[in-house]
């Protein structure tokens, strides 16, 4: 069964988000992402915000637009029972309140399209999704403080590769917006279920008479 966005989380005494989360079991569902290329600006030290629509998320019933894209390092979510040296997450945020993390692993292998455009300044959602496009997810807290705020988690399954100079310009940025952040510490899961789901991308696109419509991307 899928979890819906707005079903309350575990309190953050009860262990927050990242946690120490079991293999996924099956059967949790599908989210679509509705997405397109568009510009980053600034939003703090740490933080980059879209500066035209550039995501949408649908899981279950609720619907969350993109607010900001960060980089932790190293990961805060394991992959594969090691820690990544970096992770991308992704914030949305519906109007109710409801938040979801989207969090993706990089690790050392092939250069990323993705990642350059990312230094550049431009957001390519689906590039930075890779295929086959599954998630772990479970309910949980933000991992910024006060760690209190409500977030589903959506955490990558396949990891997003990067070159070694990728990477080392991602741990090691200091421009505004680029600079990574410190992981928090893994929580405890304390028996919360952690569901598998596959995400649907639909690129949008705009047609001759100035409306959006939305293009099956492969997965």
Do not use: C, N
């Not at 099956?26 to 568009?38: D, E, F, K």
């Not at 990642?115 to 390519?124: A, C, M, S, V």
Request: aromatic letters at 4%.
């Amino acid at each position: 069964m899928q979890p819906p966005l707005g079903e309350p989380p575990m309190s953050s005494a009860a262990g927050g988000a990242p946690i120490e989360f079991p293999e996924p079991r099956s059967g949790g569902g599908q989210v679509t992402i509705l997405t397109r290329r568009a510009r980053l600006g600034v939003a703090g030290t740490h933080h980059r915000r879209p500066l035209e629509d550039s995501a949408l998320l649908v899981l279950g019933t609720g619907t969350s637009v993109l607010q900001t894209v960060s980089t932790r390092t190293p990961a805060e979510h394991p992959h594969h029972g090691r820690t990544p040296p970096a992770e991308l997450q992704l914030r949305f945020a519906a109007d109710e309140g409801a938040q979801v993390g989207l969090a993706v692993p990089i690790v050392p292998g092939p250069p990323s399209a993705a990642l350059d455009d990312l230094e550049r300044g431009i957001l390519d959602v689906y590039g930075l999704l890779t295929r086959p496009r599954e998630f772990a997810g479970y309910h949980g807290t933000d991992t910024l403080p006060p760690f209190v705020d409500p977030t589903m988690w959506l955490v990558a399954l396949t990891s997003l590769t990067a070159s070694g100079a990728q990477l080392e310009r991602l741990t090691t940025a200091t421009a505004p917006g680029y600079r990574p952040l410190p992981p928090r510490s893994a929580q405890p899961s304390q028996g919360r279920p952690v569901v598998r789901l596959r995400a649907k991308v639909l690129i949008l696109r705009t047609g001759s008479s100035g409306a959006e419509t939305g293009e099956l991307a492969l997965t």
